[in-house]
């Protein structure tokens, strides 16, 4: 191994450790000391490539993101249909947050609350993963599989809040047990929305109000 294969090797075990001690502790009670022993280097060494613990938090998404992102672009190439790509998107997000609980944990109950996240490279790939789910939303209008009048803003933050609710719950209550069994009662949910227009919906009050 070289000298640069080792640098990244360390780089990516203080990454590991500070999702594990940021997700067990918070962000406030960690430290750069007891992230650096866990992860086997100096605080020097941590402080060199994070410079701050801040920077050492905005750095833990990252190779997650384009990791998942790598595995979406590869699957949805071998899928037809726009509903089927949009079921796969949200799918293998779930599946990535049942399989990495500390990212997870670190991503949703901490990154998430964070303004100053939203001008990381991180937070890039959060936006590049929403524009797969706006690109597989927009097919599904253009083909009647969605429904075009479905604006689609809405549409994406209603499927994405539904599975991070999900997520959340299960992070901070463990229910349910196994995160994927939430995953085709949601969806089945939301297909039932997308693919038929729902009727207007009047409110008793403001009706209410008229006949007055």
């Known amino acids: 191994m070289t000298g640069l294969e080792k640098t990244e090797a360390r780089k990516c075990k203080i990454l590991e450790s500070a999702a594990r001690i940021f997700s067990e502790k918070g962000f406030q009670d960690a430290t750069i000391s007891e992230i650096a022993k866990a992860a086997s280097v100096s605080d020097a060494f941590v402080y060199e490539y994070f410079s701050t613990k801040e920077n050492l938090l905005f750095s833990i998404p990252r190779k997650h993101l384009q990791q998942l992102h790598e595995n979406l672009n590869f699957h949805l190439k071998l899928i037809r249909g726009a509903v089927n790509k949009l079921h796969a998107t949200l799918y293998m997000q779930l599946l990535y947050y049942s399989e990495h609980p500390e990212f997870t944990a670190v991503l949703l109950l901490i990154l998430k609350h964070n303004r100053k996240f939203i001008d990381t490279e991180a937070h890039k790939e959060i936006r590049d993963y929403l ?82």
């Open 131 to 212: 524009k797969i789910v706006d690109r597989c939303i927009s097919e599904g209008a253009e083909s009647g599989e969605i429904h075009p009048d479905i604006d689609p803003y809405y549409l994406r933050a209603t499927l994405i809040g539904s599975l991070e609710h999900i997520v959340i719950n299960w992070l901070l209550r463990g229910k349910p047990e196994d995160l994927m069994d939430a995953f085709e009662p949601m969806f089945e949910i939301c297909l039932k929305l997308i693919q038929k227009k729902p009727e207007a919906y009047s409110c008793p009050l403001l009706f209410q109000k008229n006949v007055q």
